[in-house]
């Protein structure tokens, strides 16, 4: 009786170690498959005045409003715009304008951003003069 109950439960406990790998397996592809696809960025800039034009380009990405807030999905979402080290605007298009920037020197950062505003590390920085 006790050699019955004991290959039942190294049966059980084997079921319970694949399926524990398999689990692991599918984490580890889609984690592979989330680095693959990561997102590019590339940021044209001109300082028009006072007025910051930001011309974004995207490939691996789409912009989203709609979803902001919602689930994520890889490769969509929004992009934050920092001056000077604070968060200054999201970004919903590929165009850009960021107005009445006070004369100086100023430090622009734009990354792009998930749908729940987590960061995708992708991101470009440059420094502009506003006369």
């Given amino acids: 009786m ?5 290959t ?6 084997a079921i319970a170690v694949c399926a524990e790998v398999a689990a692991y397996t599918v984490e580890s592809v889609q984690t592979v498959e989330e680095q693959q ?24 990405f789409s912009f989203s409003l709609e979803n902001m807030g919602k689930q994520n999905k890889q490769g969509e979402g929004h992009a934050h715009l920092y001056v000077d080290g604070k968060k ?3 970004i919903f298009d590929r165009h850009f304008v960021y ?10 950062v734009v990354e792009l951003a998930h749908n729940n505003h987590e960061s995708y590390g992708v991101k470009q920085s440059f420094a502009v003069e506003v006369n």
């Fill in 2 to 6: 006790s050699a019955k109950w004991l």
């Fill in 8 to 13: 039942r439960l190294l049966i059980l406990l």
């Fill in 37 to 60: 696809s990561m997102p590019e960025l590339q940021v044209k800039h001109e300082v028009k005045g006072k007025d910051l034009h930001l011309q974004l380009s995207v490939s691996g």
């Fill in 88 to 90: 200054v605007a999201k």
């Fill in 99 to 108: 107005r009445d920037l006070p004369p100086g020197r100023h430090q622009v």
